[in-house]
Each structure stands twice: as structure tokens, then as C-alpha cells.
């Protein structure tokens, strides 16, 4: 299978963890996709994801698969062990739910700081911004963090007793963060206590 990506970038770096973490990452063709230089843009590529963004997986028989969110499911089946994704149908559930919750909250929010309220990627990319609306999204960002460490109370991960995709966007929503300039805030004790426990995974090596 191939990746189609930008190394380091936040959501290319959830399909990167969810393949360390299954032991598939040595099966994968990682192509480049040059973002900076528009790449994601051109017809070529917009026919593998019309919505013009990485990451993207190409199966061998020619399926193509984007969204990361889709990307990981397939990625935690393909190997039999639905551990990052849940095995009963409330396990499941829950995970998909505080997933979901983390790459609005979380990752979707710094990213619309990032490209609406800062320069970005540049003005070559960043063909439309709304800075109140990146503000606005700033503001849910912290609102997310705080709620994590409410959950962060109770449990060591998210979604489960366990490591989740659930905690995967939120280790990359939490590098966009950094990369953002959006600090965490002094009260998220046990946000920061889980990003010591989660950086010290081997799959995190392969994540940028
Ligand atoms: N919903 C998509 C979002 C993917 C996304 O926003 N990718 C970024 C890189 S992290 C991208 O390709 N940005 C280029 C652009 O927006 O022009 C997913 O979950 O994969």
C-alpha cells in the first residue's frame, strides 16, 4: 500500500502512529506530496482526494481511501486486533465518540487558528482567512484541553483503559499545538502528565 503525505504535518502523522502502533509501517510506500508547493492541488492528486489534502492511502488493488479518521479505521482492521479502535460495540462507540470530539475540539480548532489567524502556510496557500474565526477556534482549543483533563482525571487514556485513535489525534492535535504557539493551559495537570506517558511509545518515532 502507499501513503500519499507531507511528513510532520498533523493529520499524515495520525496514519503514520496507527501503523507503528500495528507493526505495518515497514509495508507502506510513503509519496511525498509537496504541499508547500501546491501539489495537493493539481488535478493528479485532486482525482486520488478531491478535497485537495493529505494524507491519502492507495490499497494494491487500486482503492483509495482519505480522511485519516477512515484511514486508521482500516489501518486497526486490516490486522485483525481492533485495539486502537474498540472491540464490543460500546467500546467502539465511546471511542469513536471522544475521536471525534478531539479532531473538532483539538486538532480541527488549532487548525483553523493556524490558517485563519496567523500567517499559516503562506499567502500561496492560504487563499482564504477569517481571523475572527480562527480566534474563535482558538478559544475552543483551550475549552477542548480542559475537557481532556477532566477525562485525564478518571483514566491514563482517552477513550479506553487503553492507548486509542482517540489519543493518536490528540498527540497530533497536541504537536500542532506546540507548532501554533498555543500553550497548554497551567491547570491541565494530567493533560501534560499523558503526553509524558504517550511520548514514551516506540510508534511515536515514526510520527514526524
Ligand atoms: N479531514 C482531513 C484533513 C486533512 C488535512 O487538513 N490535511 C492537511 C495537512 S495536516 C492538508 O493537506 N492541508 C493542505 C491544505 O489545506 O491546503 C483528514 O482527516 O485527513
Known amino acids: 500500500m502507499k501513503v500519499y503525505e507531507y511528513k510532520g504535518f498533523p493529520n499524515p502523522a495520525r496514519v503514520r502512529l496507527a501503523l507503528a502502533e500495528k507493526g505495518l509501517i515497514d509495508d507502506v510506500e510513503f ?17 486520488k482526494n478531491p478535497s485537495g489534502v493529505v494524507p491519502v492511502l492507495e490499497l494494491d488493488d487500486g ?5 485519516s479518521a477512515a484511514i486508521t479505521d482500516y489501518v486497526d482492521h486490516v ?4 485495539d ?6 460500546t467500546e467502539r462507540g465511546k471511542i469513536h465518540m471522544i475521536q471525534r470530539k478531539v479532531e473538532d475540539g483539538l486538532l480541527e ?3 483553523a487558528y493556524f490558517h485563519h489567524a496567523t500567517d499559516g502556510l503562506g499567502p500561496d496557500i492560504e487563499t482564504y482567512q477569517n481571523a475572527d474565526w480562527g480566534n474563535f477556534r482558538h478559544g475552543v482549543a483551550l475549552k477542548t484541553m480542559r475537557w481532556m483533563n477532566e477525562i485525564l482525571e478518571e483514566r491514563d487514556y482517552l477513550a479506553a483503559d487503553h492507548f ?10 497536541f504537536a500542532f499545538a506546540d507548532f501554533a504557539k498555543i500553550e497548554i493551559p497551567e491547570d491541565c495537570a494530567n493533560v501534560k ?3 509524558e506517558r504517550v511520548s514514551a511509545r516506540p510508534s511515536m518515532a515514526h510520527a514526524v
Open 63 to 67: 482503492t483509495i481511501l482519505s480522511e
Open 193 to 195: 502528565a499523558w503526553r
Open 84 to 89: 486502537l479502535t474498540g472491540k464490543t460495540a
Open 31 to 47: 509519496i511525498h506530496v509537496d504541499v508547500m508547493a501546491g501539489e495537493h492541488r493539481t488535478p493528479e492528486f485532486l482525482a
Open 164 to 173: 486509542t485513535v482517540a489519543d493518536i489525534t490528540a498527540v497530533a492535535g
Open 79 to 82: 490486522t485483525g486486533d481492533q
Open 109 to 111: 480548532a488549532v487548525g
